[in-house]
């Protein structure tokens, strides 16, 4: 198994440009979620996803936007990317949503906004 | 609404020297705790967890937490540190609405030689 897959692993953009970043896995998971990682801040959660069709905001949703059309993929966009979304992006994912669960992490995007 | 404090942001200690890194939370309910590790460049890694039962919890890489209610603490503990456990530690409580982790914000932990 692969695990948690990121692409890209560091992307520069200007302001007001969109992208997608990437996240897969191929352990079946249900649940995956993405986390930003700001200096001094620990990770911040920023959409969940509890099953394919299902997503739901955390704690830091605007600006981003998420789908999840399979089980194994969870993309996070940026529609229009301002200088205070530059961070280190984290997918997570965990077999469900239970509270005990462990939480499985991809290597994370680093992304620069200009 | 939960939170977890991790009072050190930066610890350094020599290689085979004990290790303490604190971690403290504010929960409602009956916490689920982790401890999470992350090497230079890379994800979080799970080092040990706790949700009932036994308060004292071993982990990997010879790690362990205990869990005291009165404190409302959950450290972790090694005793002889290695040079391979220079990483940043985050502590985490898991939340019941929102089935996610939320997470201090790290201690960074420096081995000299």
């Known amino acids: 198994n692969a695990g948690v897959t990121q692409t890209p692993k560091f992307q520069v953009l200007k302001t007001g440009q969109s992208m997608t970043l990437q996240c897969a896995q191929d352990?079946?998971?249900?649940?995956m979620s993405w986390y930003r990682q700001d200096p001094g801040m620990g990770l911040r959660l920023i959409h969940y996803?509890?099953?394919?069709?299902?997503?739901d905001q955390g704690e830091v949703p605007n600006g981003y936007n998420v789908s999840r059309s399979t089980t194994e993929d969870f993309p996070l966009r940026l529609l229009s990317a301002a200088p205070s979304q530059t961070s280190v992006y984290f997918c997570?994912?965990?077999?469900?949503?239970?509270?005990?669960?462990?939480?499985?992490f991809g290597p994370g995007t680093r992304l620069l906004v200009l | 609404a939960q939170s977890v404090t991790q009072p050190d942001i930066h610890i350094t200690v020599s290689e085979g020297a004990s290790l303490e890194l604190r971690c403290n939370y504010s929960?409602?309910?009956?916490?689920?705790l982790f401890w999470y590790v992350q090497s230079p460049g890379q994800g979080l890694q799970l080092l040990l967890k706790?949700?009932?039962?036994?308060?004292l919890v071993q982990g990997i890489k010879g790690f362990e937490a205990e869990f005291k209610r009165s404190q409302s603490s959950f450290n972790l503990r090694k005793p002889s540190v290695h040079w391979s456990d220079a990483a940043e530690y985050f502590c985490?409580?898991?939340?019941?609405?929102?089935?996610?982790?939320?997470f201090g914000s790290g201690t960074r932990l420096q081995v000299q030689p």
């Open positions: 996803s509890v099953g394919a069709g299902i997503t």
């Open positions: 997570a994912s965990s077999p469900t949503q239970g509270r005990g669960e462990t939480q499985y």
């Open positions: 929960y409602g309910a009956t916490p689920y």
């Open positions: 352990m079946n998971h249900e649940y």
């Open positions: 985490a409580v898991s939340s019941t609405g929102r089935r996610a982790l939320t």
């Open positions: 706790y949700f009932s039962g036994d308060t």
